[in-house]
């Protein structure tokens, strides 16, 4: 599968699987360094490039690390804009047929640096939570802009369960949206990925049944 994140939580997934079967996609611009070397330490494996510059070259190794462990990718990468998806992953998961797991993380109160995308650090005793979507199908064979459509749906998916994840790091406790969680809970753990359409008709469906419960 491939897992979708914005760019200034990566500290969040780096921290809770390391040693996984996953490879990340990392930038090669300088700052991007370090990142590679934890990743690396902790045991991800690591495909230099972006889905912009040297796109290409990084989603052919992608596709090929693809066939034998998952993938992850801040589609906000390397240079923003902040919480906008570029267009590379939803064309790898198009070619490759695997189905894309939009992820939204949220800490209360992190400390920001004064970067692009506005990246985020724990402080000490920070909350930090995390709400997966569902794994979403594209279909094969897009066209350019049946593409586009994919990744603005895709986008909008991402930035809800994000804000979704923020605002729940900053209230703590138990979330009123508990039934809503188990219903999706169990989504994900269906046997085939939800084509985007159907995923963007259930999160309606159910999330209107948790507002009026």
């Known amino acids: 599968r491939i897992y979708v994140f914005w760019h200034e939580y990566i500290l969040v997934p780096l921290s809770l699987r390391p040693h996984c079967d996953i490879v990340m996609l990392v930038s090669r611009h300088g700052d991007a360094e370090v990142l590679a070397r ?54 790898l998961a198009s070619q490759s047929g695997m189905p894309i797991v939009p992820m939204g993380f949220g800490m209360d109160n992190p400390k920001r640096m004064k970067s692009w995308d506005r990246f985020a650090i724990p402080r000490p005793f920070s909350r930090v939570r995390c709400v997966v979507g569902p794994a979403i199908r594209i279909p094969p064979r897009l066209s350019r802009e049946a593409l586009e459509d994919a990744r603005l749906r895709m986008q909008a998916i991402m930035t809800d369960l994000t804000l979704e994840a923020e605002n729940w790091a900053e209230r703590g406790g138990t979330r009123a949206g508990d039934g809503f969680e188990r219903q999706r809970t169990r989504v994900l753990q269906t046997a085939s990925p939800l084509p985007v359409e159907q995923y963007t008709q ?11 419960a």
């Not at 066939?67 to 267009?87: N, W």
């Not at 259930?202 to 009026?212: H, V």
């Open 202 to 212: 259930l999160a309606i469906a159910q999330e209107t049944q948790r507002l009026s």
């Open 38 to 91: 934890v990743a690396g330490h902790l045991g991800f494996g690591c495909v230099r490039g972006s889905t912009t510059r040297g796109g290409t070259a990084a989603l052919l190794e992608l596709a090929r690390h693809g066939k034998k462990s998952h993938l992850a990718i801040t589609p906000d990468g390397p240079q923003g804009p902040r919480r906008k998806m570029a267009q590379g992953a939803i064309y």
